[in-house]
């Protein structure tokens, strides 16, 4: 693919942005928590459901998401599936009752599975494969400004006007986003269309060691990072008494932290390989440095000052995000292309069973007054069980590289 500089950084930028609204759509839920749940009549176990629901339907969304990229091409897919989710986000606004909020829950993730195959696939068609790492660690360290601005801007629009507005205005800037990737996106053959039928003997991804290595590593890291999308704000709420527009400065330097992670390991897999690194001997080492980040997580619960418990949750997102950045980076090292998007889809559908399980687990869980130490408690040792599996199912994966 030929583009001029200024063409492929406006590309860029507009898939670094995508994220940025895929998040802030799902997290508005999690910022309002104890504003619609005052409203709704919710309780913990509620608010567990509907998480879960959003999950079964990223999970079920997953399954698809990434044959359709593979088949619309990178052009058609994020356009078609900022626009689906953006909808979806607009929905929230009117419903009245749990279960049209739980309908519009699993649309909302089964039409937002589309970004991350859509996203991961953008990337890889505009980056040389040592500047791969970097630019997902970019991607992902914008989506954590989503994490970001999400807790700062949500509860102001929410106490202006309401926090039904609050969707409908995240969902109208998506739509918006939409009709400005088809314009920048005109012309452009990101040559990548899986309109063309399989190779003679091309094998099935669920046939394949490699997806379901990463499908088993991606169950327990997002398991984590779903806990944490999902329960921190309440984390806050309950060990801090924070709500509110409180909450939008601790949660917003802790995602800060993920942001960073992001870029640190994108950056730091990239110089380690100009310097004559292996790609797998650099995916290990940097998934075991954000692995060890999350370790200390369950100290969260013994510290009386919020300012520490921040530091404590910024160094677990830094790790998830470290984690999940060598994780994609993996996938486009030793898969090949016409093939991403399918297994960016499995391995995400992995995940978000990994999510489903623990955001009903976590309901249940509070909802017996158990508290956080179960759960932070699994959180702590998932990225070295993950890694484990990964060392374990992939003892040779350089032999998989990729000359790309």
């Not at 995240?170 to 314009?183: D, E, F, N, P, T």
């Not at 509110?244 to 932290?257: R, V, W």
Request: net charge positive.
């Amino acid at each position: 693919m030929i583009l001029s500089p200024g063409r492929r950084r406006v590309l860029f930028a507009l898939a670094l942005s995508a994220g940025i609204l895929n998040l802030v759509d799902r997290q508005i839920i999690a910022v309002l928590k104890p504003t619609i749940a005052a409203d709704l009549h919710w309780s913990d176990n509620d608010y567990g459901t509907l998480a879960a629901w959003f999950q079964t339907g990223a999970a079920l969304g997953f399954l698809v998401a990434g044959w359709l990229v593979d088949r619309l091409g990178i052009r058609w897919a994020n356009a078609a599936g900022v626009a689906a989710w953006s909808l979806a986000a607009m929905g929230h606004g009117w419903a009245r009752g749990f279960a049209p909020f739980a309908a519009i829950r699993f649309a909302l993730g089964a039409t937002e599975a589309a970004g991350t195959p859509a996203g991961i696939k953008t990337i890889a068609t505009l980056f040389a494969p040592d500047r791969r790492a970097a630019g997902i660690g970019l991607s992902n360290a914008t989506n954590s400004i989503g994490a970001i601005l999400a807790p700062l801007a949500i509860p102001l629009v929410a106490a202006a006007w309401g926090w039904r507005t609050a969707f409908w205005l995240a969902g109208s800037i998506g739509l918006v986003w939409a009709l400005a990737w088809l314009g920048a996106s005109r012309g452009v053959d990101f040559g990548s269309s899986a309109a063309a039928p399989p190779e003679p003997g091309e094998r099935s991804i669920l046939r394949e060691r490699r997806s379901w290595t990463i499908g088993g590593a991606k169950v327990l890291s997002d398991a984590t990072w779903w806990l944490l999308l999902f329960w921190m704000p309440d984390y806050f709420h309950r060990q801090f008494g924070l709500s509110g527009t409180a909450l939008g400065p601790p949660l917003a330097l802790a995602f800060a932290g993920a942001a960073i992670g992001s870029v640190v390991s994108g950056y730091g897999a990239g110089a380690l390989q100009r310097r004559g690194w292996a790609v797998w001997p650099t995916r290990r080492l940097v998934m075991l440095i954000s692995a060890l980040c999350v370790v200390p997580i369950p100290l969260a619960l013994h510290v009386h000052a919020y300012p520490l418990a921040v530091a404590i949750m910024a160094l677990a997102l830094a790790g998830h995000q470290g984690f999940s950045t060598s994780l994609f980076a993996l996938i486009t090292d030793i898969i090949p292309p016409r093939k991403v998007g399918r297994v960016i889809g499995f391995g995400a559908f992995c995940g978000n069973l990994g999510g489903t399980a623990i955001a009903r687990i976590s309901g249940l869980v509070l909802s017996a007054g158990l508290g956080y130490a179960p759960l932070f408690g699994f959180a702590a040792v998932s990225y070295l069980l993950a890694l484990g599996w990964l060392v374990a199912m992939l003892p040779q994966a350089d032999k998989y590289q990729l000359d790309r």
